[in-house]
């Protein structure tokens, strides 16, 4: 909120507590006088109180206005999500090691790097060492190039279930 929005909250606040308090000074002289005082004095007064603050607010924050705020507007780019099967191989070690590339057209090795975040899920425990019941782990060592990521699945890609990966 900025000085003059707060400036505006304050005066708007102090005009309705002076009002009610001008409204309670009003019902109180009501019930010293008779039903007539009401019809005459007391709309008068209290009409020509909220002129005047009225052009007060006016004069000090002549444009602050309120805008609509929509909730669910997130006002940037939405994330970039990619699945990928461990289906493609290379020889490593006298060992053929598979991995998955999730292609992401247009995105530098650079920014693959910065923005992506990858989930790889097994078909059983995570690995050696994971909790009982994990099956999920995020983080781990991945390839960029320009526009694809490569997500290493190890000697046995049948122990992999989904790999996804996510740029924002």
Known sequence: MNNRQTLASLIGGFAVYVACAASSETLKEQSRTD??????GSETHADSFLQDIAQIIDAVLPDVTVQDVKADDAGGPQPIVVTGSCDKSYPYANT???????????KTQAEL???????VCYTATASVGAPPGYQCFGGGTFYFK??????PCSANPSQIASITATYD
Do not use: Q
């Open 96 to 106: 053929t090691f598979y991995h998955s590339e999730l292609l992401f057209p247009g």
């Open 35 to 40: 039903a007539s005082y009401v019809e005459t």
């Open 113 to 119: 790097s910065k923005h992506v975040r990858v989930v």
């Open 146 to 151: 320009d526009g694809v990521v490569s997500v």
